[in-house]
């Protein structure tokens, strides 16, 4: 008899990853899927729309004419020469929505940015100091939510003659931050109550680097929906109030494009090239920013992000229940 074993009967078993572990990998692995804003077609959609808009901002004015430049023919249909035929004065529509795409979006940038600081100091602030501070901070942003901000941008706009695009971003800026200070304020305040938090005081961290350090990285995709709802109330302000004519003066804007096609009678003179561009522009740049601030939004709210999921399952045992039946 052979002393040899047969290497197919001595041969160790393979070793295999416990099943908790493989699970909660795969777990993970569609928590992160789920997670991510780039999956969702919302946010997909929405920065094609965006990016394409900001590109057209800064690529095109290189390749048009001055556009306030009358030497062209007046009330021109689009043609080879003038992709967007030309105003009541000669002026090229497509060089002013050009250069009316960086006026818009310089005035929302500015204003959201505005808006979005004060609603860190009048929210986040007032969150986390809580006591007198909170409720002096609160009664401010309560007052600002009370009054309507665009027919006060208005009364303030129609006492300044000569404004400049810094001015009516300013103005749009210090009339839209709170609403988003006041759901910042009740954020931070569940927020300072964390285990996390509490640590970071009793370890004699500083106030400013707890906020910075252990509530901003949890507020950021809050900070972020609310940039974006603060961005789209300005463009679409200032589109507004150019069209009354209280717009910037020495600026053009998408808004003060569709006011002097208003005063052109561009709609009687059948000069639809004038005012429907600009217009488009304003609600696809809207539409874009509004899609990524729901998949944000998806983000931030559990119930919104695991939607989908439920609905499957409801139709799934809807769908055995029936085969069943």
Do not use: C
């Amino acid at each position: 008899m052979s002393d040899t074993k047969n290497p197919l009967l001595t041969q160790e078993p393979p070793i295999t990853a416990p099943a908790s572990t493989i699970s909660l990998a795969t777990q993970q692995g569609r928590r992160r899927r789920r997670i991510l804003p780039s999956t969702s077609p919302k946010f997909i959609v929405g920065s094609i729309l965006v990016l394409a808009i900001v590109l057209f901002a800064i690529i095109a004015p290189f390749f048009t004419q001055n556009p306030r430049s009358t030497a062209n023919p007046a009330l021109q249909p689009p043609s080879a020469e003038h992709w967007l035929g030309t105003t009541k004065l000669g002026n090229d529509v497509f060089a002013q929505l050009a250069i009316g795409a960086q006026g818009s979006l310089m005035v929302g940038i500015v204003a959201s940015s505005i808006a979005i600081v004060l609603s860190l100091l009048f929210g986040v602030l007032a969150g986390y100091l809580g006591g007198w501070r909170e409720d002096g901070l609160a009664l401010i942003t309560n007052v600002m939510i009370v009054i309507p901000g665009l027919p006060l941008v208005m009364v303030i706009a129609s006492f300044v003659p000569q404004r400049t695009w810094q001015l009516v971003a300013i103005f749009l800026g210090i009339t839209s931050w709170a609403g988003a200070a006041y759901v910042l304020r009740l954020q931070t305040r569940s927020l300072r109550t964390r285990d996390y938090v509490y640590a970071a005081k009793v370890a004699g961290e500083r106030s400013f680097r707890v906020i910075l350090v252990e509530i901003m990285p949890n507020l950021l995709p809050l900070l972020t929906a609310q940039f974006l709802f603060a961005l789209i109330f300005a463009i679409l302000g200032e589109a507004g109030l150019s069209y009354l004519g209280l717009g910037p003066t020495d600026s053009i804007t998408w808004g003060t494009i569709l006011n002097d096609a208003q005063s052109g009678q561009a709609l009687g003179r059948g000069a639809w090239w004038w005012f429907i561009p600009p217009g488009l522009m304003i609600a696809l740049l809207g539409a874009g920013l509004a899609l990524i601030n729901f998949a944000i939004d998806e983000v931030i709210n559990p119930k919104l992000r695991n939607a989908p999921d439920a609905a499957r399952r409801v139709r799934k045992a809807a769908k055995t229940k029936g085969v069943t039946a």
